[in-house]
Every structure is written in structure tokens, then in C-alpha cells.
């Protein structure tokens, strides 16, 4: 069965470097997301990524952050300079289309943590 | 705004039933039910596009009240695979489709 994947599975980084947190949809799909989970706490959106471009952004969602598909298959969430508060579970979901099936797959996420 | 959740935990025994409800103040199109285990990704379980209608995966239900603005998810016969954290989430503005905004979250555990 097709599945979300994304690298790397935990990714340690220092207070104020870039990450890049990388992402593999399902290959028929058209609609990318992003969202992240605090630990203990619920999933919170991020971004969502339609025909090369950002349909929807949360608040949380600020200057320094940005997303990219730059081939075919990969969608990327880049964190400028990352903060303690970034460190959370990021999690990329996909879904085929935006109006008729509306199902949103998740990948298994990518742990974040700043020091 | 974020839909509220109720119960916010459950303990059950294997065999026992189970009812989660997920309500909004805003007017709802859709409810989207996912299931996350520890540690893992939320797991798509159904989404309920229409009021009333009720859908089923497993022995797991769900209904979907657009007039109470209220959505319920069943949990018959229980097993211990149910465990986890079952999340809500609605679409925002009013539409069936788009960003989620989950609930947060309702705790199952389940004993044998």
C-alpha cells in the first residue's frame, strides 16, 4: 500500500541553525501538508502546498519557515533558524484531492530537537 | 477554533464499548477521525462528509450531526489494537476540505 515517507526519522540540531525536513508523498497525490505535535500535545497545522504553491498557512507558520517541492516526488519544510520552541514531531500528509476525497495520509514524521 | 473532545481519557476492557464526541461552535461540513498510537503518525480512520451519515472501519462507527455541530465515534466490542489517541478534526472556514484543526485528543486504553 502507497504510504507517506519521511527523512530523517529524528534530527538533533542547535538553536538557531537551518534544518531541512524532507518528505515523499504518495505519488498520485496532489495536495501536500505540514503539520507538527508538540509533545503531549495535539496536531497543529502548519502549511498546506497545492500546484507548486501555499494554498493555506497557519499562524505558526512565519518567515521562518518555507516549503518546496523541488522534483517531482519530494516536498521539504525548511526551518531557517531553528528555535528551542521548534522542537516538536513534524509530520507531512498528502491527500489526492482538495474537494472530493479529502483523506489525509500521514507520514510516520520526522522528531525535531533543538538544543 | 479547535473542536472539544469528550471524554478526554477512557479505560476500557477488552469487549467493552466505547463513545468519543467531538462537538464545534462553528458550523461543520466535515469530521475527520484519525488514530494515533504512541509514538506514531495519526492513522486515517473515516471522515463523515454528510449530516447524519454514518460510516463504519472495523468495528469502529462514526455519525456526524451537522445540525448539533457534533460528531460521535463508536467503539464496539473493543480490542486491545484500539489503544491510542483519537483525534477530531475539522476543516476550517466552513468548508469540507483543507487544513485540519484536531481536537485535543481523547486518551483509549484498553486491558485484556
Known amino acids: 500500500e502507497p504510504e507517506v515517507t519521511q527523512t530523517p526519522s529524528h534530527q538533533v540540531t542547535q538553536m538557531g541553525q537551518e534544518v531541512i525536513l524532507r518528505c515523499v508523498p504518495i505519488?498520485?497525490?496532489?495536495?501536500f501538508y505540514w503539520y507538527r505535535q508538540i509533545l503531549g500535545q495535539k496536531v497543529e497545522f502548519l502549511v498546506s502546498?497545492?500546484?507548486?504553491?501555499?494554498?493555506?498557512k497557519s499562524e505558526i507558520f512565519d518567515d521562518q519557515f518555507s516549503v518546496e517541492r523541488p522534483d517531482g516526488s519530494n516536498f521539504t519544510l525548511k526551518i531557517r533558524s531553528t528555535k528551542l520552541e521548534d522542537s516538536a514531531m513534524y509530520f507531512c500528509a498528502s491527500s489526492l484531492t482538495y474537494r472530493d476525497l479529502h483523506e489525509q495520509y500521514f507520514g510516520p514524521g520526522t522528531r525535531l530537537t533543538v538544543t | 477554533q479547535q473542536p472539544v473532545q469528550s471524554p478526554q481519557a477512557v479505560i476500557l476492557r477488552e469487549g467493552e464499548d466505547a463513545v468519543i464526541n467531538c462537538s464545534s461552535s462553528k458550523a461543520l461540513y466535515s469530521v475527520h477521525w484519525y488514530r494515533q498510537k504512541h509514538g506514531e503518525a495519526p492513522v486515517f480512520l473515516m471522515i463523515l462528509l454528510k449530516g447524519g451519515e454514518q460510516k463504519g472501519h472495523e468495528k469502529i462507527s462514526a455519525s456526524f450531526n451537522e445540525k448539533k455541530q457534533q460528531s460521535s465515534l463508536y467503539l464496539t466490542a473493543s480490542q486491545l489494537s484500539y489503544s491510542g489517541t483519537y483525534f477530531c478534526?475539522?476543516?476550517?472556514?466552513?468548508?469540507?476540505?483543507?487544513?485540519?484543526?484536531f481536537g485535543q485528543g481523547t486518551i483509549l486504553t484498553v486491558h485484556p
Open positions: 505519488s498520485n497525490h496532489l495536495y
Open positions: 478534526g475539522t476543516p476550517a472556514g466552513g468548508t469540507s476540505y483543507g487544513k485540519l484543526t
Open positions: 502546498f497545492y500546484n507548486n504553491e501555499i494554498s493555506e
